[in-house]
């Protein structure tokens, strides 16, 4: 064993595949490349090239993939404790993507959009106060009981087209959020971590 080397594409793919490993504890994860790393020596030794034994392997992520399942199989016991945490997530996690998801992102491109509005708005009522165009007559940019024209509708605009892409923001950094905090939540419940 120790006259055949493995080459750096067997190594680059043990280190893809000790990558998508990363929620397996350390002993099991241990096990499983050593027991890759034997078996590509006994194929090198029969006489397979390294790209053979590649093109035989499933993908890295399939190959971790399949261990991580077997691994949730052989420890996973499921007692009632575990069947109601798991009832729970899925319940709340349910609940936010038919509800909160959706609104904080229709919240999002609304605040996006009306940003973007009010500071035409304000360009518009800026060009209205010192230019006289005959379509610009029809446009009106009221703030409570009041048209604003010129500097004013600069200003006002400004400030809302501000204010509104903040919320915006704010709203499309929540829904993000979320997600990635429901996407790590699944991930530490298929792992026994809640």
Not at 51 to 59: D, L, T, V
Not at 70 to 82: I, M, P, R, Y
Not at 158 to 176: C, D, E, H, P, R
Request: hydrophobic share 45%.
């Amino acid at each position: 064993m120790q006259d055949v080397k493995i080459s750096n594409d067997l190594e680059k793919y043990l280190t893809h595949v000790d990558r998508y490993l990363k929620y397996l504890p350390i002993s099991e994860k241990t096990d499983i490349l050593s027991e890759l790393k034997s078996s590509f020596y006994e194929r090198l030794i029969s006489g397979q090239s390294s790209e053979e034994i590649i093109a035989k392997m499933p993908s890295a992520k399939d190959l971790a993939g399949n261990y991580i399942d077997d691994a949730f199989v052989k420890t996973n016991k499921l007692s009632f404790k575990t069947l109601c945490k798991y009832i729970l997530f899925f319940s709340y996690s349910s609940l936010i993507w038919l509800a909160v998801i959706p609104t904080l992102f229709t919240l999002a491109i609304g605040f996006l959009l009306s940003g973007v509005i009010s500071f035409a708005a304000g360009i518009m009522g800026f060009i209205k106060g010192f230019i006289n165009i005959s379509f610009l007559d029809n446009i009106k940019f009221i703030f409570i009981y009041y048209e604003l024209k010129g500097i004013s509708a600069l200003i006002f605009g400004i400030l809302f087209a501000i204010i509104f892409t903040i919320l915006g923001i704010l709203s499309w950094k929540g829904t993000v959020t979320i997600i990635k905090y429901l996407q790590n939540k699944k991930k530490n419940i298929y792992y026994n971590k809640i």
